[in-house]
């Protein structure tokens, strides 16, 4: 069974910066493609970033674009999410993601190729 827990998560003032972190319990941690989704209150969750199984490929929604950044340590069994210049509208539960799909693609911004979540830690961005 694929363990996923996050922490990082807190209140920030808008323009600063957070990193959220992902705790992998797996000892195949390295064959999965993962990614970050979001879900803010009232809206349906969405994606964020994805990542590849080696971590030299990333893609983003076009609302992280040049703010966030998506990294791993297959090492540590560990995936990040960087995220600078924070906007209010970022407030949201942020959620880590094993994908079940061993290739590779932008398809991985759709929620149901992903077999394993997390339980979400909080980001708060104040005005």
């Known amino acids: 069974q694929v363990q996923l827990v996050e922490s990082g998560g807190g209140l920030v003032q808008a323009g600063g910066s957070l990193r959220v972190s992902c705790a992998v319990s797996?000892?195949?941690?390295?064959?999965?493609?993962m990614g970050w989704f979001r879900q803010a209150p009232g809206k349906e969750r969405e994606f964020v970033a994805a990542?590849?199984?080696?971590?030299?490929?990333?893609f983003y929604a076009d609302s992280a674009k040049g703010r966030f950044t998506i990294s791993r340590d297959n090492a540590k069994n560990a995936v990040y999410l960087q995220m600078n210049s924070l906007k209010p509208e970022d407030t949201a539960v942020y959620y880590c993601a094993a994908s079940y799909l061993a290739s590779w693609g932008t398809y991985l911004y759709i929620e149901d190729k992903y077999a394993y979540w997390g339980q979400g830690t909080q980001v708060t961005v104040s005005s």
């Open positions: 797996t000892r195949t941690f390295s064959s999965f493609n």
């Open positions: 990542i590849n199984r080696s971590g030299s490929s990333t």
